[in-house]
């Protein structure tokens, strides 16, 4: 989908016009009525818009942004080659091959294949609702994973770093 209009460049944006997803959160939209519209149409809110802000939705929309501000995310690309299996893939790599990150958001298994990434990582999943991360180990470039969500989730991020922050550092 290419909607043609500029975006404002720099650290908080790319500089390019938005003609893809820009990552595995894409299709992820936040419909609470009651914050967006901060009261202005009625018709459909439950409560109080400064309520809404503390609901269950708001608090992991919060751990998501979290997790994104923990990325170089504007240094990153759709890379929809790196996932298969999964009925809506989501994944993107950073420029560099230090960072990929992939989206699953149903319980198929899914293969991930680690093209493109520098060198030997660390991955782990990351729970969106509450941006808990668990480490599932070390993996190594150019090789294809099998995964399958965490037991109990219902959609999750899979996050494979290099260098500082991947497994270098830890």
């Given at each position: 989908?290419?909607?043609?209009?500029?975006?404002?460049s720099g650290p908080s944006m790319p500089s390019k016009s938005?003609?893809?997803?820009?990552?595995?959160?894409?299709?992820?939209?936040?419909?609470?009525?009651?914050?967006?519209?901060?009261?202005?149409?009625?018709?459909?809110?439950?409560?109080?818009?400064?309520?809404?802000?503390?609901?269950?939705?708001?608090?992991?929309?919060?751990?998501?942004?979290?997790?994104?501000?923990?990325?170089?995310?504007?240094?990153?690309?759709?890379?929809?080659?790196?996932?298969?299996?999964?009925?809506?893939?989501?994944?993107?790599?950073?420029?560099?091959?230090?960072?990929?990150?992939?989206?699953?958001?149903?319980?198929?298994?899914?293969?991930?294949?680690?093209?493109?990434?520098?060198?030997?990582?660390?991955?782990?999943?990351?729970?969106?609702?509450?941006?808990?991360?668990?480490?599932?180990?070390?993996?190594?470039?150019?090789?294809?994973?099998?995964?399958?969500?965490?037991?109990?989730?219902?959609?999750?991020?899979?996050?494979?770093?290099?260098?500082?922050?991947?497994?270098?550092?830890?």
């Amino acid at each position: 989908m290419k909607t043609g209009r500029s975006i404002p460049s720099g650290p908080s944006m790319p500089s390019k016009s938005v003609s893809k997803p820009a990552g595995p959160t894409w299709h992820h939209t936040y419909g609470n009525t009651d914050t967006w519209n901060f009261g202005s149409y009625r018709e459909e809110g439950i409560e109080d818009w400064k309520t809404a802000l503390h609901s269950p939705g708001a608090k992991r929309l919060s751990a998501l942004v979290c997790f994104y501000k923990s990325l170089r995310w504007w240094e990153m690309e759709p890379a929809p080659d790196l996932l298969s299996g999964s009925r809506h893939p989501a994944a993107m790599r950073s420029v560099k091959g230090d960072c990929l990150l992939a989206y699953l958001s149903d319980m198929a298994p899914a293969t991930f294949r680690l093209k493109g990434l520098a060198g030997p990582a660390r991955a782990s999943w990351v729970d969106p609702q509450t941006g808990k991360k668990t480490a599932i180990g070390d993996w190594q470039p150019e090789t294809e994973q099998s995964l399958a969500l965490p037991a109990g989730w219902l959609d999750a991020l899979l996050l494979v770093k290099t260098g500082p922050g991947g497994k270098e550092r830890q």
